[in-house]
């Protein structure tokens, strides 16, 4: 089963990533994780990434390729993975696609977590984060019990400058324009499967779940 998960972000393809993980036991797989971990083993294609990360400059669609792909070979992948955060242009999803031909590999599912901007607005300007723990609330599905005030450790709870409604719209106005074609290309592929994301989470959930084993 191998897998890559497409949605705006805020729309919740991260929480659903991590629970068909769990389910089929397969590797949630995102690209920061996978920096991460070359950089800190010092991997060569690691060091390659840090040294763009280190210069403020993005890391090039081939090197991010090539990392997303030697984390594929790994063992914990021979039933499966979950992309999550990759690809998220045309380039970088030729790309994969290229390279997973090249070890007999491909994407058989893609599925997009399909919620209207509104609802992305509404759902992150909701957000409250705690200064003190970091413990994270929504002013209407998971309120404190004092407004603005956290529930752990009593210290006053803030809209983050990335929540806020003008933010959460620009970030949405890129994920349009660079990330949107990428449903028409796994569509032509024959490997796309659309949920909506505006229904409960765990209803979302198995609504992927049928499709993954339709």
Do not use: W
């Not at 949605?7 to 068909?20: E, L, S, V």
């Not at 499966?80 to 790309?95: K, N, S, V």
């Not at 723990?133 to 603005?148: F, M, R, S």
């Amino acid at each position: 089963m191998k897998i890559v998960m497409l949605g705006a972000p805020g729309a919740g393809k991260g929480t659903q990533a991590k629970m068909i993980a769990e389910k089929y036991t397969i590797p949630h797989i995102s690209t920061g994780d996978i920096f991460r971990a070359n950089i800190k083993n010092g991997t060569p294609l690691g060091a390659k990434a840090k040294e763009y990360m280190d210069k403020g400059l993005l890391v090039p669609d081939e090197l991010v390729c090539d990392l997303v792909v030697d984390r594929i070979k790994q063992d914990d992948c021979k039933n499966g993975y979950i992309l999550d955060g990759f690809p998220r242009t045309i380039p970088q999803a030729e790309a994969l696609t290229d390279a997973l031909s090249k070890i007999n590999d491909k994407v058989e599912f893609a599925i997009n977590v399909e919620v209207p901007d509104e609802n992305i607005v509404n759902r992150m300007s909701g957000r409250r984060a705690c200064v003190g723990c970091g413990a994270t609330y929504h002013i209407k599905y998971n309120a404190p019990k004092v407004e603005d005030v956290c529930d752990t450790c009593g210290e006053k709870l803030i809209l983050r400058d990335d929540d806020k409604p003008e933010t959460v719209q620009k970030r949405l106005d890129v994920y349009h324009e660079q990330t949107q074609p990428l449903i028409d290309y796994y569509k032509n592929q024959g490997v796309l499967a659309e949920v909506d994301g505006t229904v409960d989470m765990d209803l979302v959930f198995d609504n992927i779940v049928k499709l993954l084993e339709a």
